[in-house]
């Protein structure tokens, strides 16, 4: 599993865009610079943020006798939204940070004591108009007011006693400490010279500590309009002042359409004109390709796995210097970390090869679309349902089971619950109704598709590999029930294959008593035999002569359908699993040929293997096709 959290782990090669966006602010040289990293929500944006952070701590890099020339501020104002007004946090948290920085240093204390000061100034002015004006009278506040109101209800009554007399003294010292904490001593009469007087300080505090400050702004895209505008106006307050850097992380549509909505009836161009006043350096954040993406949840699977933290960052240095060569026609697969590592374990390498089979349909479907925070959450649903499959003893393609799982989220309901009815009232649990269009697909032609297939998305789904018309799809259903019930063919066995099943299962290495039995159970339900022993046998992890390959031969040698099953399922195991002893177990079948031949031909499959089939080829114990 994956949390969705930012990440200081360049999965992207992002690098090089973080690292232009630190030379920006390096080559501006304490010049104010405003930078906007703009994407699509779930893009990457906040983990390009801690990249360009990253980048800036590189270029630092103080002698021993020089402080750090960089503060660091990092603000996300989603986190304020209905707690706090923003525009207060904002500049609060920046104060703060500064006066805390400049004690630490001992240099511009006083400058940033009164930078901090004046914060309180931000925090009266954000009340409402009667209460402004009440501070600006002398008088309290609405909500101080009403409890020396009802405190004094009684003195106005006529009905006073003693504790009257001290809660009406309370209260009035609480309204005299508030109304002081809330205006510091007046040091200018109007809004415009105190907000001069807040950014003079402001870069009198940056010019004494000798510090440019860095501010990093995440999250504004999340925000309500009214927060998202509140920020905003409090970074123009401190924009364009010396020894600032500002990078705003957001999606620049969600923006516009914040300040659209604030400022009503604006025109369009005057929208956009408040944004480009806002952001000096425009970036993007680039969209995701199938390299990428291939690369991103290639690189999922070794951040969880056993490798050594040395191993994975020799692994992710060497993917991202590869990413920068895609250009040139590099690519990045499974072939390519064997190279960078030939000691991955064969449950990570089995891991990278799905990634490397299913990167493509993370890159092109609809729903996902190369966005890295669908194709984390993807990939534990995924995971999840693999998970289920595993622990429950069923057979579960994977690249199968997230494309059933893709349309499920993405696709038509009711194209999903016909879906489910073909595969679940068939007896070998084929969609055989979507195989006439996957045949047209696959000739160039575009098929004309029935409500309520009759969409954009159907036909894309209907294009990504693997076609599922011929795939028994009941095992990757039955791990989705959380959506839809599924009733299968098994449940619907005769007392008497119920009972050979169940044999199989609690003691396959007995199934050769059994033949005469098996003879007799109809093939429908050979076949849902088939799927059980198969799904169990997914659960081994070396093939010498596990005792669940009994049975599977025997209905083998009875139905040359289930051979046919049986061969693809044993070409599937991991070369690493196949040991030789299993050679002469399945010795004598025909329908063995091609399995031999498949093994010979694959370079991956030990040599011990190898030999047992050449040399019982030569003694003539083997058959040659």
């Not at 954009?456 to 693997?466: H, I, K, N, Q, V």
Request: proline share 5%; net charge negative; aromatic share 6%.
């Amino acid at each position: 599993m994956w949390t969705d959290n930012e990440t200081e782990h360049d999965f992207l090669n992002f690098g090089s865009v973080a690292k232009t966006v630190s030379q920006v602010i390096e080559d501006a040289n304490e010049k104010p610079v405003s930078i906007g990293v703009s994407g699509a929500w779930g893009i990457g944006k906040s983990s390009m943020i801690k990249l360009i952070r990253n980048e800036l701590k590189k270029l630092d890099n103080p002698q021993s006798d020089e402080k750090n020339k960089y503060v660091f501020v990092e603000f996300n104002a989603w986190l304020y939204q209905g707690y706090d007004d923003a525009r207060a946090a904002l500049i609060e948290v920046v104060a703060s940070t500064l006066l805390k920085e400049a004690e630490a240093r001992q240099t511009g204390v006083d400058k940033a004591q009164d930078l901090f000061n004046r914060v309180n100034w931000f925090r009266a002015i954000k009340m409402s108009a009667s209460a402004a004006i009440s501070l600006g009278l002398g008088l309290p506040p609405v909500g101080i007011a009403k409890e020396l109101i009802s405190a004094g209800q009684n003195l106005v009554d006529g009905d006073i006693n003693q504790s009257d007399l001290l809660k009406a003294g309370d209260v009035a010292q609480q309204v005299s400490d508030n109304a002081q904490s809330l205006i510091s001593p007046k040091r200018v009469a109007t809004p415009p010279q105190q907000i001069e007087a807040l950014r003079q300080s402001f870069e009198d505090t940056l010019e004494d500590m000798g510090v440019t400050l860095v501010v990093l702004i995440d999250d504004l895209d999340r925000c309500l309009p009214e927060t998202t505008i509140s920020t905003l106006e409090a970074i123009r307050l401190l924009l364009f002042l010396k020894h600032t850097a500002f990078v705003i992380a957001a999606d620049d549509q969600m923006i516009k359409h914040a300040v659209k909505r604030h400022f009503q009836g604006v025109e369009d161009e005057l929208v956009t004109n408040y944004f480009d006043k806002l952001i000096q350096v425009p970036i993007r954040v680039p969209p995701l390709g199938t390299q990428e993406v291939r690369a991103y949840m290639m690189l999922l699977h070794v951040e969880n796995s056993n490798l050594s933290n040395e191993e994975k960052e020799s692994l992710r240095f060497g993917v991202c210097k590869q990413l920068s060569k895609t250009w040139q026609g590099k690519r990045v697969d499974l072939k390519f970390l064997r190279e960078l590592n030939g000691d991955l374990s064969d449950e990570l390498v089995a891991k990278l090869d799905a990634a490397d089979r299913l990167a493509p349909l993370m890159t092109s479907a609809t729903g996902i679309s190369g966005n890295p925070r669908l194709i984390k959450r993807f990939m534990n649903a995924l995971s999840i349902r693999m998970a289920m499959a595993k622990s429950q003893g069923v057979t579960v393609d994977e690249a199968s089971l997230a494309k059933i799982l893709l349309f499920e989220r993405c696709g038509d309901a009711k194209a999903y619950a016909e879906l489910i009815k073909a595969v679940t009232e068939s007896n070998d649990g084929k969609p055989l109704f979507i195989s006439t269009w996957e045949e047209s697909i696959s000739t160039g032609n575009i098929p004309e598709l029935n409500p309520p297939w009759d969409d954009d998305f159907a036909l894309e789904w209907l294009r990504l590999s693997p076609p599922l018309g011929g795939q028994d799809l009941r095992g990757a259903l039955y791990v989705s029930r959380e959506h839809a019930p599924l009733i299968t063919p098994t449940d619907r066995l005769s007392p008497e294959a119920a009972e050979i099943l169940q044999a199989y299962l609690d003691h396959p290495d007995m199934a050769s008593s059994t033949r005469e039995q098996l003879q007799n159970i109809q093939k429908p339900e050979l076949s849902v035999i088939m799927d059980r022993l198969l799904a169990k046998a997914h659960q081994e992890q070396e093939w010498g002569t596990p005792p669940i390959l009994e049975p599977c031969i025997l209905i083998a040698q009875i139905d040359l359908a289930q051979a046919q099953r049986l061969g693809g399922f044993l070409k599937d195991r991991p070369a690493a699993q196949v040991k030789a002893s299993i050679i002469p177990k399945l010795d004598g079948e025909a329908w063995v040929i091609s399995i031999f031949d498949y093994w010979l031909e694959d370079d991956d499959i030990g040599a011990p293997v190898k030999r047992s089939i050449n040399s019982r080829r030569k003694s003539g114990n083997i058959s040659i096709k």
